[in-house]
């Protein structure tokens, strides 16, 4: 040290010159300036977590042997040879690329001998996971090694009635890695049996790699479902076709990416598909429904929408090669004409639901060949809309070639009237059901004539914003009764009025179901004979938007049906008071579910409900009830005790520490507020 700081002159330090030859001895020094090197004595050398290897000024750190630098192909082999699903799912955590490689490892590739010796706890497992996945079960990924989700088991899982387990994946959560999870993480309890996406990650989106993952490590697939899924081709499905022989139902909706060629070969070699379900795929034309009708021969159910590539020939040759086996068909905007319901006229031998939707190429000719044809004779169900075929003509023939029709649904069909309807309702025999949506030609005499020629059979009938209808007061018999009709549902349509409500009382002596919605014109007169004639008791009655009703209707509603009445809907009844409520509560022993929203209650009322000790109710809408208060709440925490919905919203007269206390004290149901 002395020969360092005692010096004698200057040329002991050199300005520019290291007093060192040895440049590792430099180290010790810490440069200030370009003329300066100050001295900093040795101490005890730090702990290094790896040797260094100095070069002149730099050092670097060796690397430490690792199982990564083994290629994919040895690693492809150790995985291969894992004893049992469990081991590879554990594997699978370390890290995206040990995932992707187990999941390109088929079933047939894992060695047999190592297999075989984990059977017995692989059966236990998968025992214990079908009895713990019986519900739905939401799990959150685990990170690997590089910062990758890749938890095999991070999916929703739930296990369906017949045991395969089920996963659908949306949005963002559709990506190639958790496809690779799925199908490693399933592999060990079974296979996968359902997989639905909906929508895809716009950056890494699910793609044709995700799909190879799936159809090596899930041969077992029975369901495959994709939406919205524009990142798919023909590549994914030739993987699905090639590894999931298994398939049972395809659905494919707005998958621009795949054409005929993917559904050629998912038909080739997957004889077992029994429902097909094709929308907004602009690539998918009659090819493919030739090849399904040709190879799957338990094809039982084909929906078809908005696919501009089919035409009569596809449509044609599936039915007549599936005839004996199809039983649901539906059609919708597609560009086919009176050939196609002529073949299903005539083929459709085992069709039992037949549904129709904006057929613009269909005309009168179509329907009417079809119901000629004569094969249609196992149809049970048809709804029709948007279609401009339907004429009275057309429907008339439906309904001599239908026998056993037994529900009928027409939604905007502006050409029948009320001819057509009568002359259906005469040929159709067997009708249950009947459902009338913006048909404006159809007036109150269609509807009568319905009620007196279909008086054995029919026991629905629902009207729904059909324009045409308007009270008259009509003179027909009342010898002729309707004693099948159960249910009645009227909706939005304002010309219906008291005169037509008290002669469907007359004629209808058996309702148990009445909904009665938006009818503005029907008051306390109308409504009186309705209740005073229903001879087997009114279960149900729906009220909502019938503003011109009060207090005399509901209390004679519940004074003559109350021991039958389970569900009373209020809403928009202004005129109800609390008169109503304590009716009810004297009365309704049954009731359920009751809805009083928007109307004029008090707490009057809510305290007459909560003093009814034999009122069993379980579901209260007070919403909107601007004169329900604060002085409500021990009455509204006594019926609490049985309720399990309460809804409080927009009743702007209870304060908000009330609900809290409302929310406090009735934790065993749900609160709307």
Sequence with gaps: MSEIFDYSGDDVFCPGRSIFQNPKESSLFLSIGHHVDVYFPPRKRSRISAPFVFSGERFEQKKQPSIEVLPDECLFEVFRRLPGGQSRSSCAFVSKRWLMLLSSIRRDEICASITAQSVEPEERLISNKAVESSVCIKKGGDVGFDGTRVNPEAEDEEVESDGYLSRCLEGKKATDVRLAAIAVGTGSRGGLGKLSIRGSNSSHGVTNLGFRAIARGCPSLRILSLWNVSSIGNEGLFEIANGCHLLEKLDLRHCPAISDKALLAIANNCPNITSLTLESCPNIGNESLQAFGRCCLNLSSFSIKNCPLVEDQGIASLLSSASHTLTKVKLQALNISDVSLAVIGHYGKAVTDLAFTGLQKVSERGFWVMGN???LQKLRSFAITSCQGVTDLGLQAVGKGCPNLKQLCLHKCGLMSDNGLVSFAKSAGSLESLQLEQCHRVTQSGIFSI???CGDKLKTLALTNCLGIKDVI?????????????SLSIRNCPGFGNASLAMLGRLCPQLQRVDLIGLQGITDEGFFPLIQNCKSGLTKVNL????????????????????TLEYLNLDGCRSVTDASLVAIAKNCLFLSELDVSKSSITDSGIEALACAAQLNLQILSLSGCSLVTDKSFPYMEMLGRKLVGLNIQQCHEISSCMVD???ERLWRGNILY
Excluded: E, Y
């Excluded at 909502?544 to 021991?563: F, P, R, W």
């Design 661 to 663: 206390l409302l929310v």
């Design 373 to 375: 044809a004569q094969g």
């Design 544 to 563: 909502c938007g019938c503003g011109n009703l009060t207090d005399k209707v509901v209390s004679a509603i519940a004074k003559l049906h109350g021991a």
């Design 451 to 453: 009620l007196v020629n």
């Design 474 to 486: 009509l003179g027909f018999p009342l010898m002729s009764f309707c004693k099948s009709l159960r």
